[in-house]
């Protein structure tokens, strides 16, 4: 699943992919995936992409997070959980310093 939203992701130009192995870090979810985009319309239509290719694969979001506002759009799927930054916020806060200890992966396409 992080590999197909990694994949929707780049489809619309996303910055800086990864993801971060959370199962020893955390209980409630397995992969955190982390991109960014320059806008706050990237990264909506980055958002929307995302939830389009996960629906088309009968996959529904559990929650859904910061989409009007643009700067930090979450969608959480259970195993995994989407963070869209613009490119700022993602410097501001950090979440692969914030959880240093997750291992990183660098998706390509």
């Known amino acids: 699943m992080s590999q197909a939203i990694c994949a929707a992701a780049s489809d619309k130009k996303a910055r800086d992919i990864v993801v971060m192995d959370m199962k020893n870090l955390m209980s409630s979810t397995d992969y955190f995936m982390v991109c960014s985009a320059p806008t706050a319309t990237q990264v909506r239509?980055?958002?929307?992409?995302?939830?389009?290719?996960?629906?088309?694969?009968?996959?529904?979001?559990?929650?859904?997070?910061?989409?009007?506002?643009?700067?930090?759009?979450?969608?959480?799927?259970?195993?995994?959980?989407?963070?869209?930054?613009?490119?700022?916020?993602?410097?501001?806060?950090?979440?692969?310093?914030?959880?240093?200890?997750?291992?990183?992966?660098p998706y390509e396409d």
């Open 45 to 105: 239509a980055i958002a929307d992409n995302i939830e389009e290719k996960m629906d088309e694969a009968g996959i529904h979001f559990n929650h859904k997070e910061g989409y009007r506002e643009g700067e930090w759009v979450l969608l959480d799927y259970g195993d995994v959980v989407a963070h869209i930054f613009r490119q700022e916020a993602r410097e501001y806060y950090a979440l692969e310093r914030l959880w240093g200890e997750a291992p990183l992966t």
